[in-house]
Structures are given as structure tokens and as C-alpha cells.
């Protein structure tokens, strides 16, 4: 997983105001994990970096925070993104090594060690890319998804905090999509029992507008607009819509998808035909 510097250990977290890790470094977990470092915290889970002792191999666990192991439906939905994740086979997506449970019950995913940095700190830096460069990523996140969709498998977060960007065996740069925390699977029993009808799930500047109304009833086509948006961010360095708020952007996207050529205009008209498809308002 990405590096998050000046978070060496659980309590430099909790004095910068993150949420406390409940296991620390040189801990072992499930007997064969030695945790390295804490790599970074969010509202419900810590992600950290640890050796598997027989192995020597590094991988990324992730796992819940004490306080979000009183919401149910977070547990559920963290146990099956380590499923859901596990049953995608591309090499686009952070493979799942193993699952588990700590000694306080909590579940957690090993997961594929991933050096690099995802596309949202890409962006920050640099800006817009060039186009040969931006398609390349776009290009392997449409194997990812593609295979995951095949398997009745919506993302429903596609972000580009959530793609990282790291280096082949020989040099060659890759993308890694990451996440399935909030993922649905096409089985509408599985995703009804865990999303109500009008609960908003995902990011707002990456979101379907269907997706903005009912995260439950959204399919394959909200993870197509999401990759529209992330490739006009790409090139241009921003976001396709840019409110203050979510209803903000909504009604930028019922205006209709900007012109990339407005920004770019040496831009193949081409590609403007492929982000304007992907930001369609009708699914």
C-alpha cells in the first residue's frame, strides 16, 4: 500500500489526530505476521505494513478500528471486500493473500505489498499528463475493471486515490486498482441486505449521478462514468465537475460533461468523444 510518512508508529497517529491503531509495531499477528509500520488510518481502518515470518514476504494488513467493530453492517462489508477482492484474478488489481481474525474478534486482510503512489498524488503534483501516458493507466484499469465486472463485481469507489501507480519487475510503470471496500456484487440479495435504497455511497466528484441517488440500484456503467471523470482529471489536471458541496455537483453534472478541448485543444477529438460517453447523464 502507499506510504504515509510521519506515520512511523500507532502513537505518532494518534497525536497528529488519526485514529489510534490497535496493534503497534513489533507486533505478531495470526502467529506469522510482524508488523513493520503503520503505513496509515482512516474513520474505520489501519493499514499496515508487516513481514510474513516464514515467508520474509512484505505484505499490507488492513484491518478495523476497535470502534467500527460496533457497526455490523461495516463488518460485513469489510469481510467481503477481502472476498470480493479475492475473486479478481487480473494483475491490475492488489491481490488478496489471506483473511483473518485477531485476538479481539476484529477481521483483517493481508493483502499484496504495493510501493508507489496512487493517482490523486500524481495528479497533485504534476498536474495534467500527457495523453499517451494517461491513456496507458486508463488502459489497465480497464482490464481490472473488465475483469471484475465479468464477475458481477461493481466497485462503486473508482477514484484516483484509489489506483495506484507502481513499477513492473522491469521498470515498466503499472496501475493497481485498490479497494473494494464499498464494492457490490450483481446478486441482489447480497448487496440489498447491506445498502438501503437511498444511502449515497463513493466519492461525490467520482460518483454516477444514478449512483448519487441510490448507491444500491447503480451496475457496471457507474464504474464507466467514474473512469470518464478520472480520465478527464488526468489530462486536464482536475475534475470533470468541481462543487462545493454534493448537491453542488450534482447540478454541474445535470448541465452536462464538460469539453476536454476547452482546456486541452490540441486534444484528439476522439478522446473528447470518450469522455463526454463516459459522463453521459442517462445511464
Not at 513493520?36 to 516464514?54: D, F, N, P, S
Request: glycine content about 8%; hydrophobic content about 40%.
Amino acid at each position: 500500500m502507499k506510504e504515509r510518512p510521519g506515520c512511523d508508529d500507532a502513537r505518532q497517529m494518534a497525536r497528529k489526530g488519526a485514529p489510534a491503531s490497535p496493534v503497534a509495531v513489533g507486533d505478531t499477528l495470526a502467529g506469522k505476521y510482524l508488523v513493520e509500520r503503520i503505513l496509515g488510518a482512516g474513520g474505520m481502518g489501519v493499514v499496515v505494513a508487516a513481514k510474513h515470518l516464514q515467508l520474509g514476504e512484505r505484505v499490507a494488513i488492513k484491518f478495523l478500528l476497535p470502534d467500527a467493530l460496533n457497526h455490523p453492517e461495516v463488518t460485513a462489508r469489510f469481510e467481503q471486500e477481502g472476498q470480493t477482492a479475492a475473486k479478481v484474478r487480473s494483475e491490475h488489481v492488489a491481490r488478496i493473500h489471506d483473511v483473518g481474525t485477531l485476538d479481539n474478534g476484529a477481521p483483517f486482510i493481508v493483502m499484496e505489498y504495493l510501493e508507489g503512489r496512487d493517482l490523486a498524488a500524481l495528479i497533485d503534483e504534476r498536474g495534467g499528463i500527457p495523453l499517451e501516458e494517461a491513456a496507458l493507466y486508463l488502459l489497465q484499469i480497464c482490464e481490472a475493471l473488465a475483469e471484475a465486472h465479468s464477475m458481477g463485481i461493481v466497485h462503486r469507489d473508482l477514484k484516483p486515490g484509489n489506483v495506484m501507480l507502481t513499477r513492473r519487475k522491469d521498470g515498466r510503470a503499472a496501475v493497481k486498482l485498490i479497494d473494494f471496500g464499498i464494492s457490490k456484487l450483481m446478486t441482489p440479495a447480497v448487496d440489498r441486505q447491506m445498502t438501503l435504497p437511498a444511502v449515497m455511497m463513493g466519492s461525490p466528484l467520482y460518483m454516477a449521478p444514478e449512483q448519487m441517488i441510490s448507491a444500491r440500484d447503480v451496475d457496471h456503467r457507474s464504474d464507466i462514468w467514474s473512469l470518464g471523470a478520472i480520465f478527464y482529471q488526468l489530462l486536464t489536471g482536475r475534475p470533470p465537475y468541481d462543487g462545493k458541496s454534493v448537491s453542488q455537483v450534482y447540478d454541474l453534472i445535470m448541465l452536462g460533461p464538460p469539453r476536454v478541448r476547452d482546456v486541452l485543444p490540441n486534444i484528439p477529438e476522439g478522446v473528447e468523444v470518450i469522455i463526454r460517453r463516459c459522463l453521459r447523464k442517462e445511464p
